[in-house]
C-alpha cells in the first residue's frame, strides 16, 4: 500500500518545501474562506498537503484559540513556525493576510457605494447561511480525533455540550469559558494521562 492511498490520520507527514510554498498556500487558503477559512484550512493542511495528522492539527487550533487574536492567523503562525520558526512563521502570516486584505478594502469601498441594494443584503444572508455550514462541518471532521482522548467519549461529549450551553445559551464571555471549562479540561487531561502512564 502506498502512502498517497493512506488515510490522513496514518499517512506519514509531508513537510513544506520553502517559505514561498507556506506564503503560496496560506494565501489560497485566505481566498478560500468566505465566512471563515477553518473548514479549508483542515481539508487543505491535513487532508490534501499532509503537513499535520487530524490530532496535530486539532491540538495547534486549541492553541491558537487560547492566544488573543484571530484564531487562523495564530495557526498560520504556528504552521509557519514548526518548519522554518519565525520566517515560516511571518510568511504563512503574510499570505494569509496580504492579498485578503487588498481584496477587503476594495470590497468595502464598493459595498459602501452598493450598501442600500436588496440583492447585496440577500447575498450576504446567504453567505452567512453557507458559513455556518462550513464550520459544523469542520467541526465534525475536527470530532474524529478526539474519540481517542484521555477524556473518554463520554468527557469529549460532556465538555463539548457545557462549552455549547456556556456560549451560545448562557452568552458567556470566552475567557469566563476558557477559565471555567478550558482549564478544568487540560488537568483531568493531564491526570488520566499520568495516570496511564503509571499503569
Known sequence: MSDASLPPEVAPPAAPRSCTQLFLVF????????GGVLAVAQRELCERRRWLSAAEFLEMLAFAQVLPGPNVCNLSLAVGQRWFGVRGALAALA???????????????????????????????????????????????????????????????????????????????LMAVLAGLGLPACLWAHRRLQAGRKA
Do not use: N
Not at 493576510?97 to 459602501?112: D, F, G, M, N, R
Not at 450576504?124 to 459544523?136: D, H
Not at 475536527?142 to 463520554?154: F, T
Open 27 to 34: 494565501t489560497g487558503l485566505a481566498l478560500q474562506g468566505f
Open 95 to 173: 499570505g494569509m493576510l496580504a492579498l485578503p486584505l487588498l481584496i477587503v478594502l476594495l470590497a468595502t469601498a464598493w459595498v459602501i457605494d452598493q450598501a442600500g441594494a436588496a440583492w447585496l443584503q440577500d447575498a450576504l444572508r446567504g453567505m452567512g447561511i453557507v458559513a455556518a455550514g462550513l464550520i459544523v462541518g469542520a467541526c465534525l471532521k475536527l470530532a474524529r480525533p478526539l474519540r481517542a482522548s484521555p477524556l473518554g467519549r463520554a468527557g469529549v461529549a460532556g465538555l463539548g455540550a457545557a462549552t455549547l450551553l456556556a456560549i451560545a445559551g448562557l452568552k458567556l464571555p
